[in-house]
């Protein structure tokens, strides 16, 4: 008896994933919980959560539960390998970004461009909440300027926090900065002078692009794939050919290729640049947006001697607009702050006291708890429409974790000219191009997850498929 109940308590779950009532990445219901609800023993749930599993229907994730697998026969197949020439450029794609910026902030434009979170996940009324206590706690003497490294209590908890990505940070050793924009900007000016050159994930954030365009250095684009990031063998055989200063990766979750370095290839890429005397600047600003059981290590997990200056931000978890990142800069910690005071002095007290409160309360990861499942959802719903409207040939990146994904088109679709089009429909993506010193990947677009799925978004990936088809 009890093994026809199992196959008829399988069959029910599967009919509840068939129906959409449980989604992909959906956690389903604890052994107990089902075992309580529908009156079987906790032998019988499980003989059916393992009969599903072997279905490939639901998956088991280690101290966390079981959750719905996500269908790879419904996603499209993943972007080939980036092969830019290993050979440095002066990059020039500052007035088409500007163009497109000023195209994301009009409101009656779809935000399908800029890797920036929906409005509607934010934890807007709980922040205002903590910053109206903020300002009616605050003295005298925090309305001057702040300690330039940053408030204390903020480091303080960014240090804890490191805790959970096996780091073990010090509150004297990071620097808060104005979002993760001026801690990268710190961090290459702190490494390396105009003319000297950077290597880069190819694609790359165009955001990195333009600062090394505005300091006069050089980028230097080393090929990347869409799981495990940079090839440690192509940035080996550059670091031979060309002098460089610095390497800039995004280690977790890569904007745009949502790539996500294993654990190993992270240790490598520390040792090989330590062994060069090459600086590491690593950007960790979507680690905290994982869709997997456990948070990925950072690089700085590896750095020794200090070579690792390692920088994140608030900007895509809380607010955009607190502009709250830091550093921690290793052996660059005195350049950094001389910098940081010689630019903006120091960060406001009001956002960094807010953030603070935010993450010792206990809210910060509450709210980690639902963007998460969340961005999982809506980044598995934008594949799968990907999928079903685009033309035939397009390929998509399967991200871990983060809000974006990099999608190629066959050879013959400009993404530029995808660009005007879109535009007259008030739909905004980013073209492939604008990720590449060497206006690489004509063929691809970046679209952003960041906002809950609903009609009209799922109409304006009808739209785009239909004018990519034209």
Known sequence: ??????????DKVSGWIEQR??????????????????????????QAYILLENRGIIEARPQSGYYVRLQTRELPPEPSISRPSISASIVGSAEVIARIHEANAQPDVIPLGGAVPGPELLPTHRLNRIMASVARHTTGQQHLYADRQGVGILRHQIARRSVNWGGALRPDEIVITNGGTEAIYLCL???????????????????????????????????????????LTALKNALHKNQVKACLVISNFNNPL????????????????????????????????YFTAERPEVCKNFDKYG???????????????????????????????????????????????????????????????????????????????????????????????????????PSTIDSMELHRRAMKEKISIVPGPLFSARGRYKNFIRLNCSHPWSDKIEQALIMLGKLAAR
Request: charged residues 20%; positive net charge; aromatic residues 8%.
């Open 1 to 10: 008896m009890d093994n026809f109940l199992y196959q008829q308590l399988a």
């Open 21 to 46: 009532t449980l989604l992909p990445g959906e956690k389903i219901p604890s052994v107990r919980t089902l075992s309580q609800r529908e009156n079987v023993s906790l032998g019988t749930v499980l």
């Open 189 to 231: 000016c702190a490494v390396a002078e105009m003319g000297d050159t950077i290597a880069v994930e190819s694609p790359t954030y165009y955001g990195f692009l333009q600062m090394i365009e505005a300091l006069g250095m050089k980028a230097l684009e080393i090929p990347s794939d869409s799981r495990d990031g940079m090839d």
């Open 258 to 289: 949502g790539s996500c370095m294993p654990i190993s290839r992270k240790k490598q890429l520390v040792e090989l640049l330590e062994k060069n005397k090459v600086a590491l600047i690593e950007d960790d600003i979507y680690g905290d947006l």
């Open 307 to 409: 070579n690792v200056l390692l920088c994140s931000s608030f900007s895509k978890v809380l607010s955009p607009s607190y502009r709250v990142g830091w550093v921690a800069p290793g052996q660059y910690l005195n350049q950094i702050k001389k910098l940081k005071f010689t630019t903006t002095s120091s960060s406001p007290f009001p956002t960094q006291a807010t953030i603070a409160e935010m993450l010792k309360s206990g809210g910060y990861d509450r709210h980690l708890r639902r963007i998460r499942k969340a961005y999982s959802l809506q980044v598995h719903n934008m594949m799968q429409a990907i999928r079903k409207y685009f033309p035939e040939g397009t390929r998509c990146t399967r991200p871990r974790g983060g809000f974006v994904l990099w999608v190629e088109f």
